[in-house]
């Protein structure tokens, strides 16, 4: 018999790669943000993020998960996002995310196994084959959601992110303490 209904409606094999997971490894143009660039007459380029997002791995990040930033494009405006939810691994402008991806596990020392890869275009499907736990946000291309062991509801920079930490969290029963620290359970 399962625990409670979260698990009721997890298939059993999905939700032993999620238990597994120690790093969250996240593309940004797509998966952080709606992948919208906008750049303004001076050439200073934004780009707009979910604060829930940003919660949510703060969140999974004080629980003892990872979260890596990995993407093909550069921008100060990644490196100020990053600086500002606490993570310290970020990789910019990679063209070979694989080679990436395979440095960090080393210097990490974890598995692919123990990994999970949340990616939108044809440029992630490679990490999200790698992944023990493989996700494509709603909105990603169809190959990248084909190939996905998980496709979330929300798109890309708009929740996608905070639905995986959530699901992460929630698979490795450590959902109630966050409900008991936030008094909301």
Sequence with gaps: MRGNMFEERIEERLLNKIRRVKLLILDVDGVLTDGRIIIDDAGLESKQFDVRDG??????????????????RRSQ???????????????QGIHNKVEAFDGIL??????PEETSCVGDDVVDIPLLRRAGF??????????????ADYVTHQ?????????????ILK????????AVRYEFA
Excluded: F
């Design 171 to 178: 698979a490795q029963n450590r959902w109630l303490e966050v």
């Design 155 to 167: 798109p890309g920079g708009r929740g996608a992110v905070r639905e995986v930490c959530e699901l």
């Design 55 to 72: 919660h949510g791995l703060k969140i999974l990040m004080r629980y003892g998960i990872g979260v890596v930033l990995l993407t093909g």
């Design 106 to 111: 080393g210097r990490r020392q974890v598995t």
């Design 77 to 91: 405006v990644v490196e100020h996002r990053a600086a500002d939810l606490g993570i310290t691994e970020v990789y």
């Design 134 to 147: 493989s996700v494509a946000v709603a909105d990603a291309v169809s190959e990248a959601r084909q190939i």
